[in-house]
Nanobody, 111 residues
Framework: QVQLAESGGGMVQSGGSLRLSCTVS???????PVWWYRQAPGKQRELVA????????NYADSVKGRFTISRDVAWETVYLQMDSLEPGDTAVYYC?????WGQGTQVTVSS
């Protein structure tokens, strides 16, 4: 059974950085795109970034130039490097492979 697990969240000040990791067990990311989503309190879940099996990436306009999605060579971990964080980035961040979701990791950015 494929399971996803996010890690790396925490609390940072505005302008700081965090790197989130999404690790897969019971399978591999090599056959699917992987998406990072986030959900802030009282808001709908929104797409943040994606990476295809070929390594092509895409970003929400709100994070372009600040966030970078990447993966390890073994396709077992997908990362989300988040720089120049803003209070508006505060949310629970989830990874998704088209069929499974992780439990989420909380990111809190203070001003």
């Amino acid at each position: 059974q494929v399971q996803l697990a996010e890690s790396g969240g925490g609390m940072v000040q505005s302008g700081g950085s965090l790197r989130l990791s999404c690790t897969v067990s019971g399978g591999s990311f090599s056959a699917y795109p992987v998406w990072w989503y986030r959900q802030a309190p009282g808001k709908q879940r929104e797409l943040v970034a994606s990476i295809t099996r070929y390594g092509d990436t895409n970003y929400a306009d709100s994070v372009k130039g600040r966030f970078t999605i990447s993966r390890d060579v073994a396709w077992e971990t997908v990362y989300l490097q988040m720089d120049s964080l803003e209070p508006g980035d505060t949310a629970v961040y989830y990874c998704h492979n088209g069929a499974n979701w992780g439990q989420g990791t909380q990111v809190t950015v203070s001003s």
